[in-house]
């Protein structure tokens, strides 16, 4: 199909009848003379979002960007058609060349210590004091976000502990914000986040060792979680597999034990709550789907689920939704998503940037 293009139907969060006008691939005001109607009668919703994904990662793998965008093709065809890259060894920046990939928005490298994250991944700091510096560093690189390794495990202590301390964290967040990025923090456990909350993060990834008052701060400063709902299954695998360390065994499949809890938590509270696959380690890609049910199974309403995955995260990210001038990323279902979730997973059409995927 070339040309601009028109799509009708009702909106997928709301009921409300819709009508979208797509041209040179964002969305125009309209009516549009001369626009192919692509369907008139679908169910609509803004393009998918997996708020945390490494298209640049896998297990064993020195990702090339063919590979990578075979991984973005797969996501695409689950219907994201937004990306945060949350960390990755490679430089994706050439997918944005593909009109089949999804817009991403990229944070970097990760920023850890030696041997305190999974080798290869990121940049270690011999210095931890080096962490400003860095978080400018990536910030450069990135599309505005930038990630650190908040907690990991310390094999002398054997457990999860955190990388930094508060007054690292302060430099750090000054640093991003003077940068014009936000920052967010992979985190596990306890013992990092009262640390990383009060530094004034922006987001905090998996946080599965959220307590009540710790809940309550994250409210109170607005600050984003990415909970992963389909990484915190693997819990009780990567518990299995360290036996060396018995205290972190028990650790790992405490915080797994109350996960579901925690996030419900979480959400009941207050704590905006957006959709994240963590696709690119031990998850596969073209998940989205999957995280959106986790998410209703640990108590999200549908409605707010698929918000979760769609034009929440979009606002959050800044990417826009449905307005004159945004990117023109639509899915297109058959049946009321609210009311069939499976709906998402037999799309009609996917339109990614523009582009419809399927016709």
Partial sequence: ??????????????????????????????????????????????????????????PGLGVTVEQARAFAYADVAAGTTLIREVGSPLDTHPLDDDPRCPQFIRSGKHIARPKRYLRD???????????????TRQAAAGDGWVKIVGDWIDRDAGDLAPLWTRAQLD?????????????????????ALPDIIGAGFDCIEHGTGLTD???????????????????????????????RFPTYQATMRDLYARAGQVMAAAREAGVQIFAGTDAGGFVGHGRIVDEVEALVAMGMPVSEALDAASAAARRWLGAGVFDDGDRADVLILDADPREDLSALRRPREIICGGVPIRG
């Fill in 121 to 135: 991944y990121g940049v270690d700091l011999d210095d931890p004091d080096d962490l400003a510096a860095e978080v």
């Fill in 171 to 191: 430099a750090a967040v000054a640093a991003a914000h003077g940068a014009g990025a936000k920052i967010t923090a992979h985190v596990f456990g306890y013992d």
């Fill in 1 to 58: 199909m070339t040309g601009a293009l028109h799509v009708g139907g009702r909106n997928g969060l709301t009921g409300e009848r819709i009508d979208l006008w797509i041209v040179d691939g964002v969305f125009r005001d309209g009516p549009v003379d001369g626009a192919t109607t692509i369907v008139d009668d679908g169910w609509l919703l803004p393009g998918l979002v997996d708020a945390h994904n490494h298209v640049g990662i896998a």
């Fill in 213 to 243: 008052d710790l809940i309550d701060e994250v409210v109170a400063r607005d600050i984003a979680l990415v909970p992963t709902m389909i990484q915190i299954e693997n819990f009780p695998g990567i518990a299995d597999g360290a036996d």
